[in-house]
């Protein structure tokens, strides 16, 4: 699809999953550069969403598009078999999207469509653009992870083309997941990795360890258990930041009195947190990961347990040396920070991709 006319101002709508925070955090630079242009943007999202992402885009025009609402499974090993029975919950939920994408394309206007792994954003009314970083669903049994791939890439064809926030090549983030051997049938552009974080360069730090926490729920809660019981256990007395990755929270926890504590921060506050911390404590969502990379942190990893994803990046990363891992059933405060100060950290030195410019020439090949 072209946009007719030198002068036109595309109107871009772009929707994020509603899979944790993630999804909706790594859109914010995507949205920074389509408004840098002038381009007239719209946020599809649900109310977690819009809460995060009106404090960075006060003025954006917003609308309300429900999620997958996707349920963890308490007990890790089920996980894998929780999400295949939510499959036909799924499934009408992306049939429910698409149909709710024709309708808002004509209302609004709609001219290019961003969707961040949502599979029903696609419309021949439109110019649709779907986000993934695995087009390499991983799952525990071989055979599973052969029925998802059909199944991604069924759906992935239906867009104009596929985006992938990581690097060409072989110095990569996501290894297998974003780099397969068999690409979908449709244009694929490896745009980068997607940060909204700043780095300062600071060489003081003020925190010894940040935690952050992110992703669904109860095991956003059982590390933040975990974390705080150890620390008053072992009576670790560093400087500690705690962010919760809870938007819409208004309670304040009780935490030791070595602990700055924050629901949550915006782009601007967390990438001060992140440069005036030594060590970044968190899970290995894929968007954090990218965050951490682009910020050249030393982390420590704990992936969210029987998330498959998780799992894979966290061990490759670790056998790359850009980030220390460990699992959340090992985890143990002290012990995990001495073998972090022993890691032989090699921070990655992959240059950065230029978004905007990336961005910039997409819009001027799409209009005549």
């Known amino acids: 699809m072209k946009i007719k006319g030198k002068f036109n101002i595309p109107t871009i709508l772009i929707a994020p999953l509603d899979w944790g925070l993630g999804h909706a955090t790594r859109c914010i630079p995507l949205i920074?550069?389509?408004l840098n242009i002038k381009c007239n943007v719209v946020?599809?999202?649900?109310?977690?969403?819009?809460?995060?992402l009106q404090q960075e885009f006060a003025s954006?025009?917003?609308?309300?598009?429900q999620g997958y609402n996707i349920t963890y499974n308490k007990y890790p090993k089920l996980l894998t078999l929780s999400i295949l029975q939510q499959l036909p919950k799924i499934a009408t939920a992306i049939k429910c999207e698409h149909k709710w994408l024709n309708d808002i394309i004509d209302e609004l206007a709609i001219d290019i469509v961003i969707s961040?792994?949502?599979y029903g954003l696609y419309s021949n009314k439109a110019h649709c653009i779907f986000i993934t970083h695995q087009l390499h669903i991983k799952a525990p049994f071989g055979f599973v992870e052969t029925i998802l791939r059909k199944i991604n890439y069924d759906y992935i064809k239906n867009y104009n083309a596929c985006w992938i926030p990581d690097f060409n090549g072989d110095d990569n983030i996501a290894g297998l997941l974003s780099h397969p051997p068999v690409l979908p049938?449709?244009?694929?552009?490896?745009?980068g990795p997607l940060s909204r974080l700043k780095k300062f360069y600071s060489e003081i730090f003020e925190y010894d360890f940040c935690i952050s926490l992110s992703g669904p729920e109860p095991q956003r809660t059982t590390l933040e258990n975990i974390i705080l019981r150890q620390v008053n256990e072992q009576q670790i007395r560093s400087s500690i930041v705690l962010v919760r990755g809870l938007p819409k929270a208004t309670q304040k926890l009780v935490a030791p009195k070595n602990i700055a504590v924050f629901n949550h921060l915006n782009g601007n506050d967390l990438s001060y947190v992140f440069d005036r911390s030594k060590y970044i404590i968190c899970r290995s969502g894929?968007?954090?990961v990218m965050e951490l990379l682009a910020l050249q942190k030393k982390a420590i990893l704990i992936p969210t347990p029987g998330q498959t994803e998780q799992e894979y990046l966290a061990k490759k990363l670790l056998?790359?040396?850009?980030?220390?891992?460990i699992t959340q059933q090992a985890f143990h405060f002290t012990k995990a920070i001495k073998a972090a100060e022993n890691f032989n950290y090699q921070l990655s030195q992959a240059s950065p991709s230029s978004l905007q410019d990336f961005i910039t020439a997409f819009i001027e090949n799409i209009i005549d």
């Not at 946020?43 to 995060?52: M, R, S």
């Not at 954006?60 to 598009?65: P, R």
């Open 286 to 288: 894929y968007t954090t």
């Open 116 to 118: 961040d792994n949502r």
């Open 185 to 191: 049938q449709i244009p694929v552009h490896y745009i």
């Open 319 to 325: 056998q790359q040396h850009w980030c220390f891992s």
């Open 60 to 65: 954006v025009h917003f609308v309300q598009l």
């Open 32 to 34: 920074s550069a389509f």
């Open 43 to 52: 946020i599809a999202c649900n109310d977690v969403q819009k809460q995060l």
